[in-house]
């Protein structure tokens, strides 16, 4: 089940974009990891949509993605310095929000299901924000990050992004969506973004 608009959203984008999605991939750290806490690991995290693209290659074959909708938008330098310095957001760790990015055994419980799931460790991991606020390539190069994800690479998708290019593909055949069918019903009230 998709759980938000912007889980939505990435649906249709990817789906428009030619991938086939799946939704809400749960994930544990193994048992084994010598890092694993019984009491703090044993609930699943889940990574909101997966899509698979069967004529691309590698890593833009896959893309991982988690979506972030928070409504003032999604600053990188500010969610690097919460995470760093181990702030309380929202009730919780700054860190539990990006788990698969900030912890090596959560990277490697993310990376064994997408294995698991499409026979390749290879892909791009995505944050799909609501609204960049800063610059992209503080949070897709962040070293600490990228390691723990073995090099793949790190990706910012804002809506922005995503509703300018699903806007210019979208046509008259009707939409398979409620969201493509929305942009259908705007484009054809003759409103421009």
């Given at each position: 089940m998709k759980e938000d608009i912007?889980?939505?959203?990435?649906?249709?984008?990817?789906?428009?974009?030619?991938f086939f999605t799946?939704?809400?991939?749960?994930?544990?750290?193994?048992?084994?990891?010598?890092?694993?806490?019984?009491?703090?690991?044993?609930?699943?995290?889940?990574?909101?949509?997966?899509?698979?693209?069967?004529?691309?290659?590698g890593a833009d074959r896959i893309?991982?993605?988690?979506?972030k909708s928070w409504q003032g938008g999604f600053d990188p330098v500010a969610r690097i310095a919460a995470i760093e310095a181990n702030k309380i957001q929202y009730g919780r760790a700054a860190w539990?929000?990006?788990?698969?990015?900030?912890k090596k055994?959560?990277?490697?419980?993310?990376?064994?299901?997408?294995?698991?799931?499409?026979?390749?460790t290879n892909f791009?991991?995505?944050?799909?924000?609501?609204?960049?606020?800063?610059d992209a390539s503080v949070w897709q190069e962040h070293k600490p990050f990228r390691d723990n994800l073995r090099g793949n690479p790190i990706k910012i998708l804002a809506l922005q992004d995503m509703l300018s290019d699903l806007y210019k593909k979208t046509n008259t055949t009707v939409a398979s969506s409620e969201?493509?069918?929305l942009l259908q019903v705007i484009k054809a009230s003759g409103w421009k973004p």
């Open positions: 912007l889980e939505q959203l990435v649906d249709d984008y990817l789906m428009f974009n030619g799946i939704h809400n991939l749960k994930f544990l750290p193994s048992a084994t990891d010598p890092e694993y806490v019984k009491n703090k690991d044993s609930v699943a995290s889940d990574i909101d949509v997966v899509g698979f693209h069967p004529r691309r290659e893309w991982v993605v988690s979506c539990k929000s990006f788990r698969e990015l900030v055994k959560w990277a490697d419980a993310l990376i064994a299901e997408i294995e698991k799931l499409t026979g390749s791009t991991y995505v944050t799909a924000v609501t609204k960049l606020r800063g969201v493509g069918r």
